[in-house]
T-cell receptor, first 115, second 111 residues
């Protein structure tokens, strides 16, 4: 079945540094990927939609300069949290859908802690 | 996407069936009913989806009301591993659109 690999699974970084999270579709081509954010005990909130070869579409209230998304190939999208602050600490999850006929597959998530 | 309503939490005993309800009174004719679950510290996992007819797979069964305004996810024999948050999501099966997650139902399974 369709597998999405997300890396790293957890990361701790210092305030002011940048962190890159990778989302890879392992056995299918993902023309569209989605990035979600989840706070403790809360539901997933869509941050942005990433389309291969074009700019990401950000949801209202999500800073595009802070959360940089790159979808340079059909199997890889990256989310870079720039100049991280403690309030950026959260669980980040990507999902992908390839060609029609595949369901949505989610990555296992990345727990980011900014200290 | 039309809104869904689920109980905040439910409890079940291990090896007993579990019926997780979902109300979606404003569902449109093109909306599919999707169920995903999220284990602790994991991304959501696909469970099942359907349009009008009841569906069965190795994980669960989906019973859809005749008027499609409600549905029930059925876990035939709950195991401890089934403890998770279960999300019922409506989505027109348009390629490329995201899922909108509600709060879901937190299922606890007691040994």
């Amino acid at each position: 079945g369709a597998v999405v690999s997300q890396h790293p699974s957890r990361v701790i970084c210092k305030s002011g540094t940048s962190v890159k999270i990778e989302c890879r579709s392992l056995d299918f081509q993902a023309t569209t990927m989605f990035w979600y954010r989840q706070f403790p005990k809360k539901s997933l909130m869509l941050m942005a939609t990433s389309n291969e070869g074009s700019k990401a579409t950000y949801e209202q209230g999500v800073e595009k300069d802070k959360f940089l998304i790159n979808h340079a190939s059909l199997t890889l999208s990256t989310l870079t949290v720039t100049s991280a602050h403690p309030e950026d600490s959260s669980f980040y999850i990507c999902s992908a859908r390839g060609t029609p006929g595949y369901g949505y597959t989610f990555g296992s998530g990345t727990r980011l802690t900014v200290v | 996407d039309a809104k869904t309503t689920q109980p905040n939490s439910m409890e079940s005993n291990e090896e007993e069936p579990v019926h997780l309800p979902c109300n979606h009174s404003t569902i449109s004719g093109t909306d599919y009913i999707h169920w995903y679950r999220q284990l602790p510290s994991q991304g959501p996992e696909y469970v099942i989806h359907g349009l009008t007819s009841n569906v069965n797979n190795r994980m669960a069964s989906l019973a859809i009301a005749e008027d499609r305004k409600s549905s029930t996810l059925i876990l035939h024999r709950a195991t401890l591993r089934d403890a998770a948050v279960y999300y019922c999501i409506l989505r027109a099966d348009n390629y490329g659109q995201n899922f909108v997650f509600g709060p879901g139902t937190r299922l606890s399974v007691l040994p």
